[in-house]
């Protein structure tokens, strides 16, 4: 068990409205991502944190921001979430040795539905 | 997609050996193969860092290209909680980048 705990874990909403993914560890890593899970696409990186204030985009970031205040919890924004915001989201962390590895551990999901 | 995988799906007998195919354009400092089961975040099989490098754990064995652009998973006897998503993923600058993923279902 990593301690990562992601939350919600189910959320509904409809097109429009704003919507806010918490991931939150207890290991006190320095890397976490957020990414999205979508048939025939794999994970895709959304944005990515290697520090406290310091985070970058990742390959789909357009529709998305992100925010670190505290090591421990990185959360995900949908500003006005659109039907194709649609998906299952994956928070994960570095290791203690990464990136030494390419070892990531994720969370359980956030599967979000927008109507 | 900047990993490609191969192939798509693999529906394969108890007991059979399967290989999972990744290959790209870009080169990686690290490749790794995770797998995801159902309602669950992907998890680490296989790790490779050097070019060339040949690595086994238990019954999965993984290569990494001499390039560092591609690689292939073995898994020999195969059983039925082999089941899953298989994924290869790139390391370069902090960054992991996954395949699109190759669905394994194992026949009793």
């Known amino acids: 068990d990593a301690g990562i705990t992601q939350s919600p874990r189910h959320k509904v909403t409809e097109t429009g409205t704003p919507v806010t993914l918490r991931c939150h560890q207890t290991e006190n890593h320095r890397y976490m991502y957020w990414y999205r899970q979508d048939p025939g696409h794999g994970l895709r990186l959304i944005h990515y944190?290697?520090?406290?204030?310091?985070?970058d985009k990742g390959e789909v970031s357009d529709g998305y921001s992100v925010s670190r205040s505290k090591t421990e919890d990185f959360l995900l924004t949908l500003e006005s979430a659109t039907s194709s915001q649609t998906s299952v989201y994956f928070c994960?962390?570095?290791?203690?040795?990464?990136?030494?590895?390419?070892?990531?551990?994720f969370g359980e999901g956030s599967r979000l539905t927008v109507l | 997609q900047l990993l490609e995988q191969s192939p798509q799906f693999l529906s394969i007998q108890e007991g059979e050996n399967l290989t999972v195919y990744c290959n790209s354009s870009s080169v990686f400092s690290s490749l790794q193969w995770y797998r995801q089961e159902p309602g669950e975040g992907p998890v680490l099989l296989i790790a490779l860092y050097k070019a060339g490098e040949l690595t086994s754990n238990g019954r999965l064995t993984a290569q990494f290209g001499i390039t560092r652009k591609d690689s292939f998973l073995n898994i020999s006897a195969s059983i039925p909680s082999d089941v899953g998503i298989y994924f290869c993923?790139?390391?370069?600058?902090?960054?992991?980048?996954f395949g699109a993923g190759t669905t394994v279902t194992v026949r009793a």
């Open positions: 944190s290697y520090g406290v204030k310091d985070t």
């Open positions: 994960a962390i570095g290791g203690t040795v990464f990136p030494n590895t390419g070892e990531l551990f």
């Open positions: 993923a790139g390391l370069n600058d902090y960054k992991l980048s």
